[in-house]
């Protein structure tokens, strides 16, 4: 069975960083694309940055346009766990985090394309 966990989230002011972390356990992590969303209450899950493995040393990355620039996703393939650091975070980056994993191992920002799903971490941003 597989799972996802994350943790790292909390409460921070604007302008300050967390990073998220996910361990997948339960197949193969090189394997499989990874993927955060995020949902707020009231709004539908979004897109927020993605990545693959494409052998060696090359991953792929993928990034909300709200994002770019600020989050950056990781991975650690020896340790089967992805990393979104967050910086400058806004109050409009509070949310319910979720990372995801999609088995077909290329990555995609469609919530209907990922296999597998965490149970979420709360981001809250003061202004």
């Known amino acids: 069975q597989v799972q996802l966990v994350e943790s790292g989230g909390g409460l921070v002011q604007a302008g300050g960083s967390l990073r998220l972390s996910c361990a997948l356990s339960?197949?193969?992590?090189?394997?499989?694309?990874m993927g955060w969303f995020r949902q707020a209450p009231g709004k539908e899950r979004e897109f927020v940055a993605a990545?693959?493995?494409?052998?060696?040393?090359?991953?792929?990355?993928d990034y909300a346009d709200a994002v770019k620039g600020r989050f950056t996703i990781s991975r650690d393939n020896a340790k089967n766990t992805v990393y979104l650091q967050m910086n400058s975070l806004k109050p409009e980056d509070t949310a319910n985090y979720y990372c995801?994993?999609?088995?077909?191992?290329?990555?995609?920002?469609?919530?209907?394309?990922?296999?597998?799903w965490g149970q979420g971490t709360q981001v809250t941003v003061s202004s």
């Open positions: 339960g197949r193969t992590f090189r394997s499989v694309a």
């Open positions: 995801a994993g999609r088995a077909s191992g290329w990555y995609s920002e469609k919530v209907s394309e990922y296999d597998y």
């Open positions: 990545t693959s493995w494409a052998g060696g040393n090359t991953y792929y990355a």
